[in-house]
């Protein structure tokens, strides 16, 4: 392919950076500055010359063998930079990268093709090849799908073809897929635990210190005693109020059904009364001394009755509301005090003393 003659550098800049390779070559010996490998030997003079043949012949592949032969005798400019155009036109991008870029640092190269490089040439590169950054364990050898490329830490990247490439440093081998002008971070390093330090994790000593492992204290690991020995839940008892208002309303409520069977037994007295004082007369209007006794007994046994039914539903609510009390009343954990509660009886009604004694 000749694309990059014309699309690149153009016709006659090319052949002027090809001519110039040979005027090159051609010096003999080289300047004193000239750094070692950049004078070319005749044997590098022969090979760089049979690769320009090759290349004007449209021999791409033939010519950038000898350039790689002369690369080997000498490291010259003009080899790297016949070596870039000629791997270029053999879509051999990554390679013509790296030769490009070694012309443009070399102290040899011409500012005006430097200048050429940098604005065309290497941006069109650097588009078409993926970069690897490789972080590899320092002093083992880095290898790229088997060649090795450097010795870690690489500070340059690593340009390859888009594609599926293995990186491989020390016994770590990992396997990447990069693109076309994507920059990729491949880490093959081992990670291993830091080693302990004294500052950190002093070592393990017969005796520990009291600073690191202090011995277990009353604050930090009690040892049960009588005193902090923990009691099982006391069960509740009935306090003695709990058990006197039940009981006294059940007292009340008996009371009053005792006193409810009295007045009824009363009433029905009163009854016997009436029918005696009656004496067998129709007192319907009767005035006599016999009917107005009746007429009062009549009177006396109905208040008796009417007393009597009231004591007998008072009596029944105060038995189940001591019944419901002994059940609902609450039960405490406290010690009980001493406690009465005693049933009034007055001219006045029926009530309840409580008291307590410390």
């Not at 033939?62 to 000629?86: C, G, I, T």
């Not at 040439?121 to 083992?140: C, F, N, R, W, Y």
């Not at 006294?248 to 009163?270: D, H, P, Q, R, T």
Request: proline share 8%; with cysteine.
């Amino acid at each position: 392919m000749r694309h990059a003659r014309s699309l690149l550098f153009g016709v006659g800049l090319s052949l002027c950076i090809l001519g110039g390779a040979v005027e090159a070559g051609a010096q003999p010996g080289g300047s004193a500055t000239a750094p070692a490998g950049d004078v070319m030997t005749a044997e590098a003079k022969a090979r760089f010359k049979e690769g320009l043949d090759l290349y004007k012949a449209h021999k791409n592949v033939e010519a950038r063998a000898k350039y790689l032969q002369a690369l080997a005798l000498s490291q010259a400019a003009a080899v790297y930079l016949n070596l870039a155009v000629v791997e270029y036109d053999l879509m051999l991008y990554p390679d013509a990268l790296r030769h490009a870029k070694a012309y443009v640092l070399h102290p040899k190269a011409e500012p005006a093709k430097v200048d050429k490089l940098k604005k065309e040439m290497i941006p069109d590169l650097e588009s078409k090849t993926a970069h690897l950054s490789v972080e590899g364990q320092p002093g083992q050898p880095v290898f790229v799908d088997g060649e090795k490329v450097g010795v870690a830490p690489i500070a340059d990247q690593v340009h390859v073809a888009p594609g599926e490439h293995t990186v491989a440093c020390g016994s770590i081998t990992k396997t990447v897929v990069v693109k076309a002008g994507d920059t990729t971070t491949v880490i093959v390093v081992i990670n291993t635990p830091p080693t302990p330090s004294a500052s950190t994790s002093p070592p393990p000593s017969a005796t520990p210190a009291a600073s690191t492992a202090p011995p277990p204290s009353a604050s930090t690991a009690p040892v049960p005693s009588a005193s902090a020995t923990v009691e099982p839940p006391k069960e509740g008892h009935r306090s003695t109020v709990g058990w006197v208002v039940p009981i006294s309303l059940v007292a009340l409520g008996a009371g009053g059904i005792v006193g409810g069977v009295v007045f009824n037994s009363a009433a029905n007295g009163k009854h016997d009364d009436g029918i005696k004082a009656r004496g067998g007369q129709n007192c319907t209007g009767n005035t006599s001394p016999g009917c107005q006794q009746a007429a009062q007994d009549a009177s006396d046994e109905q208040s008796d009755k009417n007393l009597s039914t009231a004591m007998f539903i008072t009596g029944g609510a105060f038995v189940v509301g001591g019944v419901v009390a002994f059940l609902l009343w609450p039960k405490d954990t406290a010690t009980p005090q001493s406690s009465y509660l005693v049933p009034s009886v007055g001219k006045s009604g029926v009530g309840l003393i409580y008291g307590t004694s410390f």
